[in-house]
């Protein structure tokens, strides 16, 4: 807790240095009115907020559009077929190896306009291709980590190969995978600010028109920051709670 005041206290002392030394007028005052206003007694959300709103939305279609992807590539990797297990592999080796920016390019430029999606879309499939090829390694070591007696047990009182997976193998691994997709979750929601690229009107590009207009560059930054932090650190101890609720049900 010591070490963490001290980070944040020199953190602060770095940037208000930085600020003076480039004589930077603060003007926190103005800040607000991006986030919200009140017309008339009605409450109007700011660019800041509707940019937050997209980047939630995205972030959870992500999710689980990823981990569904990340789940059926690690059974494909598993999987006795030849062809299911070449597929999952050129899949990885062409994700993880090609940079997310290029993805997004790709699937801007040539799969978007081919399946007519719009840039939302694209937004989604890019960003949960990219993070489902690191999930499913985790998912494949999760299942790999379950020892072979569980699965003759499995076999033993008659059950099917998805059976076994859903009654006696997912249970035991998915608690050993939290911990590391927790890890890809938080990654997913940060890289979702490539997004910007594409003109997607996610937290980011909310944060680069408002900076465009007034160049508040400090407080603007300062607090797209803070709120992406508070998003993932919520999602880091949600994770933690749920891993360790399924930890005691087993």
Partial sequence: MIQFIVFTCGLVWITLQGAANMHYAWQWHRVPQYLYKVIDGE????????????????????????????LITAFLRLSGSFSGRLLATVYLEIVRNTPLLIQLFVFYFILGPILQLDRFWIAVLCISFFEGSFASEIMRAGILSVPK???????SVGLSRGQGYLYVILPQAIPIMLPPLAGIIVNLIKHSAIVSVIAVFDLTTAGLDIISETFMA????????????????????????LERHMKQSV
Avoid: C, K, N, R
Avoid at 149 to 155: C, L, P, V
Avoid at 218 to 238: M, P
């Fill in 149 to 155: 007696g569980q699965w003759e047990a499995s076999d």
């Fill in 43 to 70: 409450l109007i959300w700011g660019p800041l907020v509707d940019g937050l709103f997209v980047t939630l939305e995205i972030g959870g279609y992500s999710i689980v559009l990823g981990l569904f992807i990340g």
């Fill in 218 to 241: 400090f407080e603007i930054w300062l607090l797209v920051a803070v709120i992406y932090l508070s998003i993932t650190v919520t999602l880091s101890i949600l994770i933690g709670f």
